[in-house]
């Protein structure tokens, strides 16, 4: 039983490590990380400089623990015990023992501890020492979502690692739930979020292209060639084929297996996956989504118009194309794996090379399902044709350009994707999508939020490729404590101050120009009565006109503009509100606008609010803003 005992795992910090007692170590459970040290702690010592009581070793806590009870026992105080690196601990009664620092040398002229400087303190036991505790997160994981990092192994501008940003991001998760659903939290309807990071830089660097690259890197400005091989490069690697296969492999079966781990450690979870992605993680997760494999019978709802054709009728279809190209001996393999127009215009060159089509025959496919593509793309955005080939185009419209690879399925439905900081617009315009079908939606994920501080030099909107001839702001993400920032209220406040003054002053010189430029015949007072009429007119019309402009400040908050099936129908792109500090310079805080998400409590507040919605619960209090 003692032996079973020692072997005892206590999973803690929300089960996202695990502690061995039996060798007192403390193990990540869901990711790569230096086991750390536990101590059993019954012996502390604090000097002047520390905030709080540090433990010692339990080897030399039993040292100090036997010699206190020899002490106690025999009444024999001022003790002296030195450490093997000969720090002295003199115990001169119950009340009063003191820890010195080691001697600086070793020669004749050694001084007292009493001249060794200011003692620590040593206590023993915890009475009496104020230590915060923390209670915990709560037991009730209510959804998981996993997160998936940029370029680079660092995350944010103290260059720390995803797993540490993502603590910060679930930290802040926690303190925005006792805020923001206290009610549903007393009601025990919301526990928690888990966030679980999800790592590719260290797979795709682990490959020895590092030393391939190291070979060719010039000697000089040798730190600011590190950075760009270990970061900025990792860009180039994703639009690499090979390399874009062990990215995306490496990204789905990483959540995969984090997927499987979380269910096998909470087999009473029951709640849905939702998946977010900074920088270019986010353009990672959502090639992956556009190319995972609806069921069958949810292929109404994505939008792609009829995804089948009637059998035969496609098949037929197929053979004349490939009769054009001089193929028809092929025919019977077609038919044979059963594929449609649609499949065909699907395939890859792995594909047709699984199926036996030689060389030259798949050269000829491929450069057909390409040019047939890229024509009808062209043939959309120059006519706005609406015939259900241009449809089916628009659908496939969204995977042009990706790099060739084969991307792998995940194991689950995401709910919601939550796209940080995102270049998707970006990479979407330079892989020559002109613009995404408004009844397109991914395959397996309905929810879709494009996040982005205003100043974000690597974010871009999704929402104007949807509806391009119409301009529109995105929606300004609500304070999380449900006001705009004073310093945009007062911005907004000036501008419309500013307007107002304007037209008074146009509608005064309008006034004063008309009765400057009437003729000088003397005027009868009727005459004088109108012209008072026309100027009291004339300067009461600007009040007139006021109302519209909040009337539209009003529209503009709570737009009804249709941005397609992207996210279900409502709003993709949301903005951040900037930080007072930050409007004097928007140059100076652009690197910072795109490392802020991880702390950001409007960001957050928004991840957990639009989760608890898809379970039909909502803030205690309404944010301004939200949809």
């Excluded at 024999?76 to 030195?82: A, F, N, S, T, V």
């Excluded at 206590?123 to 680079?152: C, M, S, T, Y």
């Excluded at 079908?437 to 494009?450: A, H, I, R, V």
């Excluded at 009868?524 to 539209?552: F, I, M, N, R, Y």
């Amino acid at each position: 039983a003692g032996r079973e005992q020692d072997d005892v795992v206590v999973p803690t910090s929300g089960g996202r490590y695990d502690v061995h007692l039996r060798t007192r170590q403390r193990v990540a459970v869901y990711w790569e990380e230096e086991v750390a040290e536990v101590r059993r702690c019954t012996w502390f010592y604090k000097g002047d400089k520390d905030n709080k009581f540090i433990p010692y070793s339990e080897s030399f806590s039993e040292e100090l623990e036997e010699a206190y009870m020899i002490a106690v026992t025999l009444g024999e105080w001022k003790k002296k015990l030195e450490s093997p690196n000969r720090e002295v601990i003199i115990l001169h009664n119950p009340k009063l023992m003191v820890h010195y620092h080691p001697v600086a040398s070793s020669d004749d002229w050694v001084s007292t501890p009493t001249e060794q400087g200011r003692p620590r303190t040593v206590k023993r036991g915890v009475e009496n020492i104020a230590v915060e505790i923390p209670n915990g997160e709560p037991v009730q994981i209510d959804h998981l979502v996993f997160v998936v990092h940029g370029i680079g192994p660092a995350c944010d501008i103290r260059f720390r690692s995803i797993v540490q940003c993502v603590n910060d991001f679930r930290n802040v998760s926690l303190s925005m739930l006792q805020a923001h659903f206290k009610k549903a939290q007393e009601q025990q309807q919301v526990g928690r979020v888990e966030f679980l990071p999800v790592n590719w830089h260290s797979s795709l660097h682990s490959t020895g292209v590092d030393v391939d690259l190291e070979r060719i890197t010039l000697p000089s400005i040798n730190r600011l060639r590190h950075f760009i091989n270990d970061t900025i490069l990792d860009v180039f690697f994703y639009n690499s084929s090979t390399y874009c296969q062990t990215i995306v492999d490496t990204v789905a079966s990483e959540m995969n297996r984090l997927h499987q781990l979380f269910l096998q450690r909470n087999p009473q979870f029951k709640g849905g996956v939702s998946i977010a992605g900074h920088s270019l993680g986010s353009l990672i997760l959502f090639d992956l989504l556009t190319n995972q494999k609806a069921d069958p019978e949810e292929d109404e709802h994505c939008a792609q118009g009829p995804r089948t054709t009637s059998g035969m009728g496609g098949i037929e279809e197929v053979k004349e194309i490939l009769k054009k190209l001089e193929l028809s001996d092929y025919c019977d393999v077609f038919e044979k794996e059963k594929m449609d127009r649609q499949a065909l215009f699907l395939c890859t060159e792995k594909n047709l090379k699984e199926m036996g089509i030689p060389l030259g025959p798949r050269m000829k496919i491929l450069h057909y399902i390409s040019s047939k593509t890229e024509m009808k793309v062209w043939s959309l955005s120059q006519h706005g044709d609406s015939s259900e080939d241009v449809r089916n185009c628009q659908y496939r419209d969204v995977g042009l350009g990706q790099v060739s690879a084969n991307y792998p399925q995940l194991n689950y439905k995401p709910t919601i994707f939550f796209a940080f900081g995102s270049p998707i617009g970006m990479f979407l315009t330079v892989r020559g999508v002109k613009r995404i079908d408004p009844n397109y939606s991914l395959p397996t994920c309905k929810g879709f939020f494009n996040i982005y501080h205003p100043f974000d030099p690597v974010a871009y909107r999704i929402e104007p490729m949807i509806v391009p001839d119409l301009e529109f702001e995105p929606m300004l993400l609500p304070h999380h404590k449900g006001r705009k920032r004073m310093h945009l209220e007062l911005k907004e406040g000036l501008t419309r101050m500013s307007v107002d003054l304007k037209n008074n002053l146009l509608g005064s010189l309008r006034v004063a120009w008309q009765s400057f430029t009437r003729s000088p015949v003397p005027a009868l007072e009727t005459g004088s009565t109108e012209a008072e009429a026309e100027a009291e007119a004339g300067t009461e019309k600007q009040p007139d006109t006021k109302p519209e402009e909040p009337s539209a400040a009003v529209k503009e908050e709570t737009p009804l503009i249709n941005v397609g099936r992207l996210n279900g129908g409502n709003r993709i792109d949301y903005v951040l509100q900037e930080k007072p500090i930050e409007s004097f310079n928007e140059y100076l805080f652009a690197l910072q606008g795109h490392l802020c998400y991880w702390e950001s409590e409007d960001t957050v507040l928004l991840v957990l609010k639009e989760i608890y919605q898809t379970q039909g619960i909502t803030p205690d209090q309404p944010l301004p803003g939200s949809q």
